[in-house]
């Protein structure tokens, strides 16, 4: 079976200070990777999408990145963290067509100060 | 721009109750349906999937689609206190970018 697995599950980062975030998925093969972010009082915002190693979209401006190094990989990366960015960062995989649910990550809970 | 409105509520039902969830979508091309089940803290759960219009069912869920009102719910029958959490309605638009918007979630409340 298809697990998916993100870390670290909490992280409390000073304003300014670059960011990581790491997600990777087992069982699964070329799957569909993206990046939510759940703010307080606020719905899940996707924020990046992979169809593949190295094809990334971006679905809102911002001073976030990703990247995906290898297939069951991607990366959501910053520079300098601003205090906007806390929030619940969430990692989703989908496997098959177009019309598959996407299943979650345990998520980060990111704390800005 | 695609929206996906729900009530926030709370939303109280007694135990044994139907609980009835709700959610209205603009995108009119829209294809795929689901509802996320998400407990304070934890990440959201896959409830249940819709694709046609009518009713679905699993177990003590029914998911119900209407495409041409734009509308998509979640009936929970014989509701227990581990229902209470916050339901997420996501649509899959028909166009060709990928990924899914998510209503704001309805809060649900079972009292024992």
Known sequence: SQTIHQWPATLVQPVGSPLSLECTVEGTSNPNLYWYRQAAGRGLQLLFYSVGIGQISSEVPQNLSASRPQDRQFILSSKKLLLSDSGFYLCAWRGGTLNQPQHFGDGTRLSIL | ?112
């Open chain 2, 1 to 112: 721009q695609k929206e996906v409105e729900q009530n926030s509520g709370p939303l109280s039902v007694p135990e044994g109750a139907i609980a009835s969830l709700n959610c209205t979508y603009s995108d009119r091309g829209s294809q795929s349906f689901f509802w996320y089940r998400q407990y304070s803290g934890k990440s959201p759960e896959l409830i249940m999937s819709i694709y046609s219009n009518g009713d679905k069912e699993d177990g003590r869920f029914t998911a119900q689609l209407n495409k041409a009102s734009q509308y998509v719910s979640l009936l929970i029958r014989d509701s227990q206190p581990s229902d209470s959490a916050t339901y997420l309605c996501a649509v899959k638009s028909g166009g060709g970018a990928d990924g899914l918007t998510f209503g704001k979630g309805t809060h649900l409340i079972i009292q024992p």
